[in-house]
Nanobody, 115 residues
């Protein structure tokens, strides 16, 4: 699966951003789509995921209640709506796809949250 992420930018603390990830190249019905992030000097961490078949969402504890993952089947696109952003959410955000393991990755999109 080819993945193209977009939507990053600079936002003040408490603000919102919506990331998009457009997928192509495969039928996605068996896939789980996810978002990960990597802050400077830290390891990449899981943020959220969604089952393409039934739209079941999964979230890291650090973003529950603030972030919402969704998908648009007609557009083959996954979204990450990020609300109540905090400076610690600053990172490069990556979308990814898996059937069993995370094998397909998009380029990152930078999110910077200023205090």
């Amino acid at each position: 699966v080819q993945l193209q992420a977009s939507g990053g930018g600079l936002v003040q603390a408490g603000g919102s951003l919506r990331l998009s990830c457009a997928a192509s190249g495969r039928t996605l019905s068996r896939y789980v789509m996810g978002w990960f992030r990597q802050a400077p000097g830290k390891e990449r961490e899981f943020v959220a995921a969604i089952s393409w078949s039934d739209a079941s969402p999964y979230y890291a504890d650090s973003v529950k209640g603030r972030f919402t993952i969704s998908r648009d089947s007609a557009k083959n696109t996954v979204y990450l709506q990020m609300n109540s952003l905090k400076p610690e959410d600053t990172a490069v955000y990556y979308c990814a796809a898996r059937v069993t393991i995370w094998t397909d990755w998009g380029q990152g999109t930078l999110v910077t949250v200023s205090s």
